[in-house]
């Protein structure tokens, strides 16, 4: 079987397919990592540039996706098809929800029911123009801060075993939703639309797309070291805060996530957007990234797929919180590896993965 329909750009799912990637070694080093134990600086240093990365380019490429299944009933101002696009997103949004609130007690850190305030936000801003889908991404972000300013962020959360039994009360579970949790709307729904720019943009254009790459690479570059430069610069007692609080303020870490991060994260994953478009264009007939690209196509497959199995796997064991960092990442590019070959099986086989087929018969 093909990797994708005609037209189809199969460098986003390769981009899918990085993020997914990531986020299995995000995961899985959350769920074994015992902090007694010495882990390699090799391991820290990827599993603390994935902090908060691997999601928001999962998020961003949403976003993008949303832009691309509405193009064509935008570009002819098609009123129908534009109100046949929303219904379908209002009807993922339901199913994702309770998808994801039903999977909280297996998988704290869900992003699921997240997605699904987002496309609710996708929704609204389907139709409005690209600056006006940047003044939106900055209002979420802006809307954090003040949120930050005057209510309490650290509220209910026990940092330190990732735990925050508040979000089971219903304000808690509002603030976890949008302000406090792990993938709050507020500012997190700026990513989706950084997406939903971005999938208005011609990546065939290789001049474009480039340009693209080496101006979000520039931001990206810029925000990290402009972030590490005022961590070291600015004296706590100008913010009234400890010198241990100035890498969370200042610094470009997902918690709290403040405007280094956002700005940060979103370059970066536009960045390894473009170069992901560039290669599957340069190396069409590659056999792994066609792989790759039948991994990113069953994304929410694999997702649930890595919780429930390759967390189910790790408690049968009794290896939750017993590992260091660089176990967390072999086993994540194990569990990787053999969810990849899962993938070019079933793909080759269906023209969709097994939760995809499912959320597209209940949504279209």
Not at 42 to 69: D, T
Not at 286 to 297: D, P, V, Y
Request: with cysteine.
């Amino acid at each position: 079987m093909s990797t994708s329909q005609p037209n189809r750009i199969t460098g986003f799912d390769l981009a899918r397919a990085l993020a997914i990637f990531g986020m299995m070694i995000v995961n899985f080093e959350v769920a074994l990592f015992d902090s007694e134990l010495n882990s390699a600086a090799w391991a820290e240093g990827i599993s603390s540039a994935l902090q908060g990365r691997a999601a928001a380019l999962f998020v961003v490429l949403a976003g993008l996706g949303v832009s691309l299944m509405t193009r064509k009933a935008r570009e002819q101002n098609d009123q129908a098809g534009l109100n046949l696009r929303r219904r379908i997103l209002l009807k993922r949004s339901l199913i994702l929800f309770i998808l994801g609130v039903a999977w909280m007690p297996i998988w704290a850190a869900d992003i699921l029911h997240f997605y699904a305030i987002y496309f609710l936000v996708a929704i609204l801003l389907i139709n409005v123009s690209n600056r006006q889908l940047w003044l939106w991404a900055a209002a979420f972000l802006i809307a954090f801060i003040a949120l930050f300013l005057i209510v309490d962020y650290d509220l209910g959360w026990d940092w330190d075993k990732l735990n925050n039994p508040l979000v089971w009360t219903p304000v808690g579970f509002v603030r976890h939703l949008f302000f406090n949790g792990f993938h709050p709307i507020f500012p997190w729904v700026s990513f989706l639309i950084v997406g939903m720019w971005l999938g208005r943009q011609n990546f065939r254009d290789a001049q474009k797309r480039n340009r693209i790459l080496w101006v979000s690479i520039s931001i990206a570059v810029g925000a990290e070291a402009l972030s590490a430069y005022l961590v070291q610069a600015v004296s706590p007692a100008l913010l009234d805060v400890t010198a241990a609080d100035l890498p969370f303020l200042l610094g470009s870490t997902p918690y709290p996530p403040l405007p280094f991060y956002i700005i940060a994260a979103s370059a970066t994953a536009t960045a390894v957007i473009a170069i992901c478009v560039g290669l599957t264009e340069k190396y069409p007939q590659s056999r792994m990234l066609k792989a790759l690209i039948f991994t990113g196509q069953i994304a929410l497959t694999l997702y649930l797929a890595h919780v429930l199995v390759g967390m189910g796997i790790l408690l049968a064991f009794g290896l939750i919180e017993t590992q260091t960092t660089q176990f967390a990442i072999y086993y994540a590019v194990g569990f990787f590896a053999i969810s990849v070959l899962f993938a070019s099986y079933w793909r080759a086989r269906f023209k969709r993965g097994p939760l995809e087929a499912v959320m597209r018969r209940l949504s279209n």
